[in-house]
Structure formats: C-alpha cells, structure tokens
C-alpha cells in the first residue's frame, strides 16, 4: 500500500513528533511511505489570487502540484498534527485550501459536490492539551472538521480519527500507551 502522511508540527523533538516516528516505523514494514513535513519544507500556507493566480485554476498551480501527485499516489493518507487554539495549525489549513483544490479533490454537478479523491482511506492523528470534555462541550473538534468537511467532501470516506486530549495532565505510562497503540494500528496497515 502507498502510504503518504501530512505531519504539521514543527518541533523535532516533541511528542508529536515522537508519534509521527512510531507511525512511520509501523507503516513502513509492509508498506511503501512518504512523508509531507509540512514545516521541515517550508510550506506557504497563504493564498494568493491575482491575475496570475485565479482560484478557478488552483488544481494546475505549478507551485502545490508535488503535493497533487502525492496524493494521488497515495492509498492511505494519514494527517498527524496538534490542536492549537482548537484548530489546526495554520500551516495545514493553507495547505488544505491550496491542495485539495476544486477539479482536483471534488467537483460540483449541479449544486452538490462530488469528491474526486475515492477509493482513498485516511487516519487523523490529532493531539491537544484540552481535556476531552471541554472539545465537546466548547470547542468544534477540528479532527472531525477535516475529517467531514474536506475528506468525506473529497470522496474519502473511510477515514478514523485518533485523538489524545489533556496532554499535560497525562504521565510517561499514558503517553507511552498512545505510542504503542499507533505503532501497532501502523503496523496493521496494508494492502
């Protein structure tokens, strides 16, 4: 199985970080695998639209079209990142407003879209100092926003959400225990 995974996270020694490690180590044993790291490139997350770039034309931007191709190569996609101010980091939402582009991952017919991303299944790796019940009470779970509002639209609908909430109330057993569990959802991954 192709395996491409989304990390937004720019520290290399965090757990986050750790968690990207353990999830490459468990896909890449049956597996062929590549890893987008969104801050190790540099990635411009900003839109830009003028009279060269026109956001009908975003699926053939010559600057995202690496990012295209990858994702078409993939079968598996995984997005592996933490909750900031109950959303994404930034630097994810602008690659997901500039990839995942009308004529590349969905289409309309009539009023409806269509996703043009099917046959793909992705996981979502999410991680947060909020507790669980302050996600659900305040906060809209951005895991689930990407998981229904871009992939489910794109035609991916085999898609599951890990979640680890109340990171800095959680000791070295219950952190290690998350680790174990990717590396070992991570290691069944396989055509």
Not at 70 to 99: C, E, S, T
């Amino acid at each position: 199985m192709n395996i491409l995974i989304i990390y937004a996270y720019p520290n290399t020694t965090g757990y986050t970080h750790t968690i990207l490690n353990n999830i490459h180590q468990g896909t890449e044993q049956q597996n062929t695998v590549k890893i987008i790291d969104l801050y190790k490139e540099n990635f411009d997350p900003v839109l830009v639209f003028n009279e060269q770039k026109k956001r009908k034309n975003m699926q053939f931007d010559e600057e995202t079209a690496i990012y295209r191709e990858q994702i078409l190569w993939a079968n598996h996609l995984i997005f592996i990142f933490p909750i900031w101010w109950g959303g994404m980091p930034a630097i994810l939402k602008g690659f997901i407003d500039k990839v995942f582009s009308k004529g590349f991952a969905y289409k309309y017919k009539g009023s409806l879209p269509v996703g043009l991303l099917k046959e793909k299944s992705a996981w979502i790796v999410t991680t947060e100092d909020a507790p669980k019940w302050y996600k659900k009470l305040f906060q809209q779970d951005y895991g689930t926003i990407l998981k229904k509002q871009v992939l489910n639209m794109s035609g991916i609908k085999k898609v599951k959400h890990y979640s680890l909430s109340s990171m800095k109330n959680l000791n070295d057993t219950q952190r290690k225990n998350f680790l174990q569990k990717m590396f070992e959802q991570a290691s069944k991954l396989s055509a």
